[in-house]
């Protein structure tokens, strides 16, 4: 069964820093773009961050930029999303996926179409 795992989060003071990982099984990451969202309590999901499959492109959502940084390792078969000077509105389920559009239509025109395979995410509290 083809699965996305999720892993790397948890309780953060503000303004510390996080790194996800995103490892999948049963399939090789590389011939996928992947992406990063997040959806917190009582919000819809929103994209966070994207990377391409072959020229490796990024990109960010404006919440993201400066802050976070996605990259791929497909030796390991795992993309990442290092999180820096986390806020408490970042908070939420953080979400990789499968992108088969353009990164940048998830992420400048939130086209959510597209996606074959979600994880099932990991928590990302950050609080004092």
């Known amino acids: 069964q083809v699965q996305l795992v999720e892993s790397g989060g948890g309780l953060v003071q503000p303004g510390g820093s996080l790194r996800l990982s995103c490892a999948a099984s049963r399939f090789t990451l590389d011939r996928y773009r992947i992406g990063w969202f997040r959806q917190a309590p009582g919000k819809e999901r929103e994209a966070v961050s994207c990377?391409?499959?072959?020229?490796?492109?990024?990109f960010y959502a404006d919440s993201a930029k400066g802050r976070f940084t996605i990259s791929r390792d497909n030796a390991n078969n795992t993309v990442y999303l290092q999180m820096n000077s986390l806020k408490p509105e970042d908070t939420a389920v953080y979400y990789c996926?499968?992108?088969?559009?353009?990164?940048?239509?998830?992420?400048?025109?939130?086209?959510?179409?597209?996606?074959?395979?979600w994880g099932k995410g990991t928590l990302v509290t950050v609080s004092s």
């Open positions: 996926a499968t992108i088969t559009v353009t990164c940048d239509s998830v992420i400048r025109l939130k086209y959510y179409y597209g996606i074959d395979y």
């Open positions: 990377i391409g499959n072959i020229d490796r492109r990024t």
